[in-house]
Each structure stands twice: as C-alpha cells, then as structure tokens.
C-alpha cells in the first residue's frame, strides 16, 4: 500500500472506535456546535494575503518538522501577522496532531479555522463543528464522487465551508458540485511526495470562478504567490515553510512583509 492508502486504512479503524465511544449525540452537545461558522471562502475572495497558515508538527514526507511549537502562541501569531485562516491538523499517528490542537486554537483567535484531516466519515464533520472549525478538507484522492456530494453536503447542513483539495484534472472534473466551496490544488502528490507548483498552474483554467482557488504545499516566496495569483488563486495554504522555522512566528511575519 502507499502511504494514502495506509493512512485511510488508520483512519476507518479510528472513526469506528470514536464513533462506539462518543457518539454524534455527544458532539451535538458541545458548547461550540452552536457557535456560527466565519466563511473562510468568503474572506478569501476579499484578503490581501489569502494566506492560510498551518500548525502542524510533522508529516509523512518529512517526519519531524517542529516537536516544541505551542499551538495557541504560534496560531495567535499568525493571526496579528495578518493570516486569512489558519489550517489545523487533527490527524495524530501520521501528523502529530489532535482534535485540542485545534480547540486550543479556537480559543486563542477569531479567525476561520479549517480542518485539515483525512474525512472519510461524517462523524468527522460533526466533529469539527463541536471542536470549533469553521471548514473541512475533503481529499478527492480517498473518496468517490457519491462520497463527496454526501460529505460536502452534510457539512453545508453545519454550516461549514468545504475545501476540496484535488492533485489532476480526473478528480477536479468529479468534484465541482454547488455543495463545495473551494478548489484546493494540492502540489505535493500523497502517492510520491514529490512537490511541483506547475500542478496548480495546469489545473487553474479547469476551476470556475464560482470556486475560490486555494494553492497548497511547495509555496515558499512571495514571488510564487505572485505567479499563482496571476493564474487566478485567492487562497495560499502554507504550513511547513513556517512550522520548520525555529521561529514560526517570526517567518511568517517576514513573510507578510515580503508580500507588500
């Protein structure tokens, strides 16, 4: 198996045990599953940046990418740096990551919060609303167009904006449905792990404008926004250019000011 495969096959044993041990009834009942989601979509189409800063600690790819990193002080940082949305990653064996990484960082901003998790089940989307999301990822890779209608559906009913990421024209052409909110390019193929920005360039003039088109991985400079912009992207979601930095805060900070 690769290691999408492998992940999914984690994931369908982690959702069944969750839903035995806290059903939706429980999530239901959460505090912050009535709190009103922020449209991260719709402040994408308006930002200066459109950038999406991601907390994560590491990935498959790279292993370890920031053990130490607070996830409340390094969220918050994005946000006073000017970040449009902050990207949270819930997924634990693979990522390093939980589902109070991103309670934490709801309590600490204000800014849209997306789910970034392999979601496979609709548990999951309940989840991120009792968790405080205002978005969830769904990755055309591991799910059928009957399964993304179904999902994207389901999360409109939360109120929650849908990023729908794709890696080829195949699994962008099965995705455009009115219940998906954004179109994210993923340039870093899960199979390979390989990154090229050249992915987002080619599949950019298949994406209506009705979708708002979010670049993601391998963005490292403010000139490469800059080309990706030129192609019609709102949306920019980086994560390790800040989270390898002794000084996430920092990095981004420089960041911001590069792209002025």
Sequence with gaps: MNI?????AQKQREVAAKKHAFP???????HLFTRTPRSLAQLLRTSNTGIISEFKRRSPSRSVINETAKVQSIALAYEQAGASGISVLTDTPFFGGSLDDLL?????VGLPLLRKEFIIDGYQIYEAKAYGADAILLIAACLSEKEII????LAK??????????????ELKRSLHPTIDMIGVNNRNLKTFEVDLATSVALSSYIPTTFVKVSESGIRTA?????LRSHGFQGFLIGEQFMKSEDPANEVQQFMKSLV
Excluded at 150 to 153: F, R
Excluded at 223 to 227: F, H, L, R, S, V
């Design 24 to 30: 939706v009834a429980l999530l239901e009942r959460s």
């Design 4 to 8: 999408l495969d492998t992940i999914i």
């Design 157 to 170: 009913t939360l109120s929650l904006d849908v990023l729908l990421e794709v890696h080829d024209e195949e």
């Design 150 to 153: 179904a999902l994207s559906t």
């Design 104 to 108: 934490l960082t709801r309590s600490a």
């Design 223 to 227: 000139e490469d926004i800059k080309k």
